[in-house]
């Protein structure tokens, strides 16, 4: 090397050290008067054609000021860039002037160096707005945000499920939002790698950069994405900190509203394809420290940014730039235009109802730029917008959907997967589109198969909106504008351990012995019972235990089956168990799913015994146009998939106890918090009056001052008075403390 250095350039090295790089081999090379970069690179002829046109870039960019980027050095044949013979390998080589400075990464973060930053990369920018190369141009990079896309296939070598669904969730909105919106956006050759060891600072100010290997031609707001990424890791707001950039940047080369719309987008694909080439070199370079020194800050900052409101970061990107903000109609504007159309019997939630526009996961995004914590929703099972699931629909939908009277595969396949869920005894499925249409086949199939009409239901029990829904639910034809219990309606009360009759260790045994001679009493055969195996609407109140084992034999004796309401504890929410009835060691007849099945789109099921279903085979056809369809099914078999990779039941069992535990610590300074009960990410916390009475009043104020803090809970129970939590199955511990701490704050502020 001190050979070619001496042939080549006329430099006598004194000193040369190899340093840490990406892809290609650099050296520091000392002569007693100076010191350069020497860059090698492994042949190849794209890249030589790429080293030249860098390297023109840098003689354009350097004419004037030769302190602030590396000069490229022509050897003795007059050219920046030559192949060298290496150690036997034919090897691109050039030569840089050294430029002096320390790193951004090891500067002092002040809102004036990062002003400096903003003002140095648009000047930067600037020069190279009209500057054109064919090799640069042609380009094709996985570090090209307009390319991201290419970094898809590394996504499975990040190690854990729940670090690659937050990149599959930022490519997915990468291709909707941003992709569309590329034509239109102005391109420019930059330097497309402003990262915090490639930028100089001194005193305070950026003074130069390095390290154009990854010069691209692309959207000119790419830069910035690129720079602002890597300087606003580890920061407590990094949206504010952004902005010094932005403006300064915006001052020198004005940006526009679409550019600086897209930029938490870009910003966030930027860490994506950090962290894909992260994992992926790790995997093929296990030892090299270098490859992934901003991992961690980097899945820190896209934790974070989940948590941001893309409206909250685009609002704060225009008033730096001093564009104006995002104009959008009020709540109560489209509340009275929903109700030109929608009666107000379609009920919203909360005092203040919430304009929702996107969701991510466990957090949504109102259109305000609020993000709420969703405590709440267990109809996204697996999370919102969870992209494994969304594009298991994308795609069926762009192969085939039709009606069930075809055969296709999707369905054979997540028949299968479904049933493999239960005992073998349950091996027939019926798929439907809701839980009330599930309820009310249910009732179908034991009706036919008993030849009796009488059903056994639970006091505040909800199985649905449908005719016969109604009639077996309590908690809707016993409401005061309900239509009331049908003759053929027998209602037993709920087993609750917390208000009821029963509160000891035989609490289950007796309230099934009181339900028996119930039936007794009622003289007539009964066709089905009907439970949830925690009474959702009854306030989260878990059946006794032991309750269901005594109870379904009873049923089973006079000639009824058995059916359990799985649609709020089914799919691994319980934690304990994948559906509810296992946790009383029973097995039913019927099963009914819905809710978390489809992950928010609309499917549901009844399962059932041989048995039953030959039953009701005797009897007409049974058609739904949509239930089963191609892209239900490979939504559910994704639902399925993404539960087991992310381990969610087992999550949900491990936030679930933290989180009681918290409120348990909660409940010794707060005796308003009564019981606390429910299990995994199913629970319900009671709120009580000093003389231990539902405090209705208090839990709405608990809920509603929620909502104002930007996390969603609900009220139920026949008192409206206990606290409802089922949130998504990713709900995190930190999610939990988020909830229990401002609980606690609103208890102390009432
Ligand atoms: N069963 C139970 C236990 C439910 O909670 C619900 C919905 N809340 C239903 C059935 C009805 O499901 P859907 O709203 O999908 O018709």
Redesign the pocket.
């Known amino acids: 090397m001190k050979i070619i250095l001496l042939k080549q350039y006329g430099i006598n090295a004194q000193e040369i050290r190899k340093l840490a790089g990406y892809e290609n081999v650099n050296y520091l090379v000392k002569t007693s008067e100076a010191r350069y970069i020497f860059k090698t690179y492994k042949f190849d002829e794209q890249l030589f054609d790429l080293v030249i046109a860098e390297s023109e870039v840098l003689v354009h960019l350097s004419q004037a000021n030769s302190n602030i980027y590396p000069r490229p050095i022509k050897t003795h044949d007059g050219v920046y860039v030559e192949v060298a013979n290496i150690d036997g390998e034919k090897t691109i080589i050039r030569l840089l002037t050294f430029i002096d400075g320390g790193f951004l990464a090891e500067s002092t973060h002040t809102p004036e160096l990062f002003i400096s930053f903003g003002e140095f990369l648009a000047n930067m920018d600037l020069k190279l707005l009209n500057h054109k190369n064919y090799a640069i141009q042609s380009r094709e990079f996985e570090w090209d945000l307009q390319n991201v896309h290419l970094n898809k296939p590394f996504v499975k070598d990040i190690a854990e499920p729940e670090n690659q669904k937050i990149v599959a969730y930022y490519l997915l909105q990468f291709e909707e939002i941003v992709r569309p919106k590329l034509p239109n956006l102005r391109k420019s050759v930059i330097h497309n790698d402003a990262n915090d060891w490639n930028v100089l600072v001194a005193e305070g100010k950026v003074t130069g950069i390095i390290d154009f290997g990854d010069i691209v031609y692309t959207s000119l707001i790419n830069e910035l994405a690129v720079g602002i990424t890597y300087a606003i890791m580890g920061k407590k707001d990094p949206v504010f900190w952004a902005t010094y950039i932005l403006k300064a940047y915006h001052k020198l080369l004005p940006l526009t509203s679409e550019e600086l719309d897209l930029l938490y987008y870009l910003i966030a694909a930027q860490l994506c394809i950090s962290v894909c080439n992260s994992a992926h070199n790790k995997k093929l370079n296990p030892e090299n420290e270098y490859i992934s020194i901003s991992e961690k800050p980097a899945w820190a900052l896209l934790d974070k940014w989940l948590e941001i409101n893309p409206i909250k970061a685009s609002n704060e990107f225009r008033t730096a730039c001093r564009l104006p903000e995002h104009v959008v109609e009020n709540v109560d504007t489209k509340i009275n235009k929903r109700q030109q159309y929608i009666d107000p019997i379609v009920s919203l939630s909360y005092k203040n109802p919430i304009n929702m526009y996107r969701a991510a996961f466990q957090y949504m995004y109102d259109g305000y730029g609020n993000t709420f914590l969703d405590a709440y929703n267990n109809i996204p099972h697996v999370g919102h917008s969870h992209p494994r699931v969304v594009e298991a629909g994308q795609r069926q939908m762009a192969i085939l959907n039709t009606n069930t009277r075809y055969v296709y595969d999707v369905l054979n396949k997540y028949a299968e997967r479904i049933l493999s869920k239960f005992p073998s005894n349950l091996n027939k499925v019926y798929f439907v589109?809701?839980?009330?249409?599930?309820?009310d086949l249910a009732i179908r199939l034991a009706r036919h198969h008993t030849q009796c009409q009488n059903i056994m239901v639970m006091e505040h029990?909800?199985?649905?909106?449908?005719i016969t829904?109604i009639d077996i639910?309590d908690y809707k034809f016993n409401n005061k504008r309900g239509p009331g219990q049908k003759p053929y309606i027998l209602k037993t009360p709920i087993p609750d351990m917390y208000w009821g009759k029963y509160t000891n260790e035989n609490a289950g045994a007796n309230y099934a012995r009181d339900a028996a001679d119930q039936m007794a009493e009622f003289g007539e055969q009964i066709a089905a019972f009907i439970s949830?195996p925690v009474?959702?609407?009854g306030g989260q109140v878990p059946l006794a235990p032991n309750y269901l084992k005594i109870l379904y034999p009873a049923i089973r004796a006079q000639g009824g089956v058995c059916i359990s309401?799985?649609?709020?504890?089914g799919f691994g929410r319980l934690g304990t168990h994948f559906w509810g009835y296992e946790v009383q060691d029973v097995v039913p007849d019927i099963v009914?799913l819905?809710?978390p099945m489809g992950n928010g789109h609309?499917i549901?099921a009844v399962v059932t015994t041989q048995a039953i279903a030959d039953s009701f085979g005797q009897g007409v056809e049974f058609f739904s146009s949509f239930g089963g369809n191609p892209v239900s099914c490979a939504i559910g078999l994704a639902v399925l998939n993404v539960l087991e990779d992310e381990g969610l039941q087992q999550n949900a069992l491990d936030v679930g106890y933290h989180y009681k535990n918290l409120m348990h610590e909660l409940s010794k300074d707060f005796s308003c918090i009564g019981d606390i009960r429910g299990s995994g990410l199913f629970l319900g916390f009671e709120i009580i009056d000093e003389e231990g009475k539902q405090n209705t009043a208090l839990a709405s104020l608990i809920k509603n001052e929620l909502r104002n803090r930007h996390i969603l809970m609900s009220t139920d129970g026949p008192y409206d008075n206990v606290l409802k939590s089922k949130p998504p199955l990713c709900f995190t511990k930190k999610n939990a403390e988020t909830v229990v701490e401002n609980i606690q704050e609103i208890l102390k502020d009432k």
Not at 433 to 439: E, I, K, M, P, T
Request: with cysteine; glycine share 20%.
């Open positions: 589109n809701s839980g009330s249409a599930a309820s029990g909800y199985h649905g909106h449908t829904a639910s949830e009474v959702g609407c309401d799985e649609v709020q504890t009914i819905g809710k609309p549901g």
